[in-house]
């Protein structure tokens, strides 16, 4: 999944987020979430959570890989997904992002659209790297 990324100035989610993240769907088993994980991992940079998502890309929650690898093989992942409580939309400033995650303790964030389909993630790496931009 490639996004257009290159329009958005660097403080803001659009030009923060990752355009690389996993994302299943809704009817998978954990089994098959795995799967998909193992197939797909080495092409993302950062590995913290998988998206579940509904047939039309909607954002429906989010599970932590230690979640998903400590999970039964045999259930639902709507059964062990959390419920997506915050997003982040193109705009949201770095300052909010980073208070709201650091408040959380989150280690990505999803960008969704108005129609709260998944465009992209920010990750705690992203915010190091605003912080600490010559590490």
Known sequence: ILHQLSGYKDDIAGG???????????????????????????NLRSLYHVFVVDD??????????????????????????????????????????????TKYDLLSMAVVDKKKVIRGIVTVDDILRMLIPDA
């Open 16 to 42: 923060l987020m990752a355009s690389e993240y996993m994302t299943i769907h809704q009817d998978m088993r954990v089994e098959e979430a795995v799967r998909e994980v193992r197939k797909n991992s080495e």
């Open 56 to 101: 039309d890309k909607h954002l429906l929650g989010i599970i932590s890989i230690r979640t998903l690898l400590l999970s039964m093989p045999s259930q639902k992942v709507t059964e062990i997904m959390s419920k997506v409580l915050k997003t982040l939309r193109v705009q949201t400033k770095f300052e909010d992002i980073a208070r709201f995650m």
